[in-house]
């Protein structure tokens, strides 16, 4: 019969089964998603959670995961629930719990609904998993980030939102569909507040390493960067109910793999900036390098007279939804 402690002792020492816990807040279209990929590569065990009236949807999808294991070869284990006490021991958490813009809302009254979530969950983390690191993924993405930052009180290496990776890799799949090439050999930069005032810069856009202007001209590049701008409203007319959740959930991972297995990549990610590209006490998407402490560089590159204005006109339009945030914390409508 086979015995734990037997296998498990090597050279006469106990081995430590180290195993990542990874919490997915949300267990709707991009929590689930995220759920299964994270599952799919075997990597981390994962808790995922909803409000208490939807326990029973997280507990089943986790289920589904988790019986999908035999036939696809991991051994990932899956819990569902709502409780925040399920998130102990999470050392990497993503937030995807939110409320869609429903008919007659207003954009205010998403942000401080949302608000309300990163609050609660913002203090459940703190008091659950004080180590983890946060990745945010709830629209309107920067202001939430931010709302979550301040919630957790964490230090701006683990709070970080995911939207650069996801608005890069649409970009991505556009120029190789324009250019006949493999999405391989592409690269994207994509700067700036997740929204149509993103700012996507061709100059730092290659194919194998070619700048994209010696590639495609001013108008295919217009209508490339238009595109990709647009890329979450295309697929929301399309879908008609619900919003993108396969390349969100697909740009999780990366941010995810990067961090769980310390690679050290360089990619777009909205984090707060303390005087990096001329912008203080603000979450926007810059590039940074990820690996196992969070964010643990800000990558600053010279920008444009330019680019530096669309930067800043793209943290104009986040600077005022964290005035609509500030006016519904004084009013008491912000908080958990
Ligand atoms: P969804 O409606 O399918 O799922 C949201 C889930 O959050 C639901 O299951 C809901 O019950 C849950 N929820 C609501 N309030 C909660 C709370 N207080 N505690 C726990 N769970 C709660 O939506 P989705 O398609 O999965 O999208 C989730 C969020 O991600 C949305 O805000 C969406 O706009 C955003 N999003 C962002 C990006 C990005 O690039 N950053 C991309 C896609 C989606």
Redesign the pocket.
Known sequence: MLCWPVINRVGGARRKRVRHKIGI???????ASTAQRIAERNYADVVL???PE?EGVARGKALDIQESGPVLGYDTQLEGGSSHAQLDGCDLIVV?????RKPGMSRDDLVTT?QR?MN??GAAIKEYAPEAIVIV???P?DAMAQAMFHATGFPRRRVM???GV?DSARMRSFIAAELGVSVVDVSAFVLGG?GDTMVPLPRCSTVAGVPLPELLDQDRIARIVERTANG?AEIVNLLKT????YA?SASVLAMVEAMVLDQKRILPCSVHLEGEYGHNGIFLGVPVRLGAQGVEEIVEIELSSQEQESLDRSASAVEELLEVMRRGQAAGSGAS
Do not use: F, Q
């Open positions: 807040v949300g267990a709707g279209n991009v929590g959670l909803d409000i939807a995807t719990a939110g409320m869609p949302n979530v609660e969950w993924v709830t629209n993405l939102g995911m939207a996801l997740h979450g619900g919003s993108a959740y969100p």
